[in-house]
């Protein structure tokens, strides 16, 4: 890999359709000379930590691997007087380093080899395998979690945050399911959380609190930047005079790393969200029981809530009290799923995903993205099913057979196509110089995007009603 954080940038920045071999993992060459025996060669590997390398015979350059030695063992000459030459391939495939990823794969398959020979003119650069151009992809997103856990200062971190966005164009343009984005976006987001609150945080601060992200972010589905949604649980008699200062120096740093703040205020630097154990036990009952309609959707961003450093069993102690105080519930149960369905679609809508000209813009989280998620989020709750994400939800309902099978397939490919829709064209926005958002308008769509997003509300909406029956939603 290389040294270089300019050469690491720049490859970040590549599209997967033009990657050059160079711009992948190139293990260096280690060499051994041709008439070394097979046990001073396996010795040599050991040490180097490697398992293969190239062989020098004269004008000759081969590669010896363990498949090789596997080989090699089946003889009836004991290793010690093999020499390496003597079982080592010589017709190696090469390739130059400027060559694009894809012909790579492309020698690989078509001459059954799993390793290419790399040059650079008449340079030998090293070798290529087969793993290293599979975990290509991996391999950009282990850059940005070193450089998180390697931060000293913001400036790193905010380094950081920048390369996050960066590798989120890339795997977006070399095809990668959104599943797999938003789960391994999710994780560095919350490494670098984690990260930016042990700089901040004294270390009994962080041994006596449990820092939680929420809403999207909590639960793995946040791609882009959006808006901040954290607390901070303390255990129960600890204080700390130096917290607001604390607290909203790590909102502000946030923001400059580019998660805009929340408009609702649902941060740390809000004494509301944060507090003891004994104080989110009663905002909790307050919330629901209180006929205030904003306590159910603060609940809902709180029943996202994911430990990302800290005590975590701060948090546990608060979700044992909200799961035997929530015990019979059914109104409040109702009026929080009654959320789900406070948007309805525009009376024109279906006629407006037909038209080529409209001009009015769709909202791709009101009317797409929010009813399932709230929906599902309504029917764990309600069940007392936990799992962090709402694919995970879907799934765990229809194991426990709450939630039909087809019903649950249909939902989940419904919110990965507005997952992956929103993506798109929030990326058309930020590379416009627009900043990001959830309005889309309909004449801005290809005929295929329209046609399945005209599916996926079609899905929303049939779900919706089965909300409206499952909790009585029209008696209210």
């Known amino acids: 890999m290389p040294d270089s954080r300019g050469t690491e940038s720049q490859r970040e920045m590549l599209s997967l359709v033009t990657a050059r071999v160079r711009d992948a993992y190139v293990g260096k060459p280690v060499y051994v000379d041709g008439s070394l025996d097979l046990v001073s060669v396996c010795r040599l590997l050991s040490q180097q930590g490697v398992t293969y390398t190239l062989v020098r015979d004269g004008t000759r350059l081969g590669l010896f691997t363990t498949t090789d030695l596997r080989d090699a063992l089946l003889r009836d000459q004991p290793p010690a007087t093999l020499a390496v030459r003597d079982v080592s391939q010589f017709e190696l495939i090469e390739i130059d380093a400027d060559a ?84 391994l976006v999710g994780a560095l987001n919350q490494r670098l959380i984690e990260r930016l609150w042990s700089l901040l945080a004294p270390a009994e601060l962080v041994a006596n609190s449990c820092l939680l992200v929420m809403g999207s972010e909590g639960r793995g589905e946040q791609i882009l930047k959006t808006d901040q949604d954290n607390a901070l649980l303390l255990r129960d008699g600890y204080e700390l005079p130096q917290l607001p200062e604390i607290a909203a120096r790590f909102n502000e740093a946030l923001a400059e790393f580019g998660y805009p703040p929340c408009p609702g205020g649902i941060m740390l630097a809000n004494p509301l969200w944060r507090g003891s154990v004994a104080h989110f036990r009663e905002t909790l009952r307050d919330w629901i029981y209180s006929p205030d309609p904003q306590g159910a959707m603060h609940l809902a961003i709180f029943f996202d809530a994911v430990p990302v450093a800290g005590d975590a069993t701060l948090l546990q102690a608060v979700r044992q009290h909200f799961d035997r105080i929530l015990a019979g519930g059914d109104a409040f149960l109702a009026r929080f799923a009654a959320a789900a369905d406070q948007f309805d679609e525009p009376p024109s809508l279906w006629t407006r995903l037909t038209s080529r000209s409209d001009e009015q813009p769709l909202d791709l989280k009101k009317l797409g993205t929010f009813p399932i998620v709230h929906g599902v989020r309504a029917l764990c709750l309600q069940h007392g099913v936990r799992e962090p994400g709402t694919a995970q939800r879907l799934r765990r309902l229809v194991e426990r057979e709450l939630l039909d099978a087809d019903i649950g397939r249909d939902l989940l490919e419904a919110l990965y196509f507005l997952m992956e829709l929103k993506l798109r064209h929030q990326l058309r926005q930020r590379a416009a110089g627009q900043t990001p958002g959830n309005l889309v308008q309909p004449s801005a769509l290809s005929t295929m995007e329209r046609d399945q997003l005209k599916g996926a509300l079609a899905i929303n909406k049939r779900f919706r009603v089965l909300l409206r029956q499952r909790f009585r939603l029209d008696a209210l």
């Open 100 to 183: 694009e990823l894809y012909e790579a794969l492309w020698l690989m398959v078509r001459h059954r080899v799993h390793r290419l020979l790399v040059r650079d003119g008449d340079t030998v650069l090293g070798v290529i395998g087969q793993l290293d151009l599979v975990s290509f992809v991996a391999n950009h997103s282990h850059i940005v979690a070193a450089q998180i856990d390697e931060a000293a200062s913001m400036a790193d971190l905010k380094a950081a945050a920048d390369r996050i966005d960066a590798m989120i164009t890339l795997l977006h343009e070399g095809g990668m399911r959104i599943e797999r984005i938003s789960r």
